[in-house]
Each structure stands twice: as C-alpha cells, then as structure tokens.
C-alpha cells in the first residue's frame, strides 16, 4: 500500500500518488521493440537475463498475435455478412477477457522485472489458444 506524504509548502497529508496504467501505445513500442531486437538476442532457449527472458516472451507473443490476425482474417472471408458481425463482437470481447484475464497475472508482479514475462507468457499462451480455434472454426465453414 503507498504511504501518505506531506507537501513541502504545507502541512496537508496527501496520499501518494498511484502508479497509472501505461497508456496503449507505450505497451505497442515495447512490443514492437521487443519484435526487432528479438533477432539480436541469443537463442530464447539459453536467455538467462529477465530482460531477455522479456524480449523472448514479448516477441513469442507478437508472433502469436500475427498469427491470431491471420487465422481472424481468414475466419471473416469465409463468413456470410451476419455472422461477420458477430465474430467481429466475439473477437472484441475476447479481447477484452485475454487482456483482463494476463493483467491479473500478472499483478502479483507489478513493479518487478518479471511482471513483462508473466504478462506476454500469458498474452502468447490465450493468443495460441484462440488462433487453434479461429483455424478450427475456418475449417469447418464451407464458403
């Protein structure tokens, strides 16, 4: 729990300031950050640095998240205009769940060095799930 703090210029107690979220487009660069230096890093089988354990799972992730976009996109071809509609409102809220369900996750660790690895380990894993079943679903429409 943050402690109180008193302002310099007065004697009012305040209670220290919260840590907020990072904005979406902070968590896009790191991605993306994590994606181009993952060639430079070594094999993610030897990583043995939190941060490159970090790079590792984040560009696990960004692979996944390709492949979750390709498998989506695939799906949506293959569907009649009303059911495009409904996976387009399924796939948001899954969205929503994956993100809420890895923020979880990673909590215990917020703060710390490992919290990035919980979270992408997490994001990676439900990602690869979702894609076997938009690969499954896409599978099973005929045109």
Do not use: I
């Not at 902070?26 to 230096?37: G, I, K, P, Q």
Request: with cysteine; aromatic share 6%.
């Amino acid at each position: 729990m943050a402690a109180n703090h008193r302002d310099a210029k007065d004697s009012t107690v305040r209670p220290a300031p919260s840590r907020k979220p990072a904005p979406w487009w902070a968590v896009s660069l790191l991605c993306l950050a994590a994606t181009a230096t993952h060639a430079q890093a070594p094999a993610c089988a030897e990583a043995t640095t939190q941060a490159a354990m970090n790079a590792c799972a984040a560009a696990d992730f960004a692979d996944a998240d390709r492949d979750l976009n390709r498998a989506y996109t695939q799906l949506q071809q293959r569907l009649e205009t009303s059911r495009k509609t409904a996976l387009r409102e399924v796939q948001r809220s899954w969205l929503t769940y994956r993100d809420a369900q890895c923020a979880f996750d990673a909590k215990p660790y917020a703060g710390g060095s490992m919290a990035p690895l919980v979270r992408a380990t997490c994001l990676g894993a439900l990602t690869k799930q979702r894609t076997q079943l938009l690969d499954r679903l896409s599978k099973d429409t005929e045109r």
